[in-house]
């Protein structure tokens, strides 16, 4: 049976780490303000972690996809959304400070799409 071997412990218990604060945060928001539209993310995210403990052959890819949608494709959207939308205002209340927790999320979306390759191995028992 094939598994996943995490070969970098900072790089397993970082992507727990992160995917529960999405999770918790996910949760709290539902809770707080009853958004339904909330649940698919929280079933995506409950997923990937029973996955990431089972350690599932298909770990890689579900990470490299999820990453590559969910951070990397939504918050670039966000951030272009925000800058064309300055640029129709002729950059009159443009703050970068706006566009700071969107170019996290894109980093850290960067960082586990190109680390899951190096730090996932797949091995046969």
């Known amino acids: 049976m094939e598994k996943a071997i995490f070969t970098d412990k900072i790089f397993y218990c970082g ?3 992160f995917i529960s604060i999405l999770l918790l945060y996910n949760v709290y928001s539902i809770l707080l303000n009853f958004e339904l539209r909330l649940v698919a993310p929280i079933i995506i995210q409950i997923v990937l972690l029973i996955l990431i403990f089972i350690k599932h052959k298909l770990i890689m890819l579900l990470l490299k996809i999820w990453s590559g949608i969910f951070l990397i494709g939504s ?3 966000i951030i272009l959304g925000g800058i064309l ?3 129709a205002d002729g950059f009159k209340y443009f703050n970068f400070l706006d566009y700071i927790p969107s170019i996290i999320f894109l980093l850290i979306g960067i960082i586990i799409y190109m680390c899951s390759d190096r730090f996932i191995e797949i ?3």
């Open 75 to 77: 918050f670039t959207l």
């Open 15 to 17: 992507i727990i780490v």
């Open 123 to 125: 091995s046969k028992e």
């Open 85 to 87: 939308k300055s640029l």
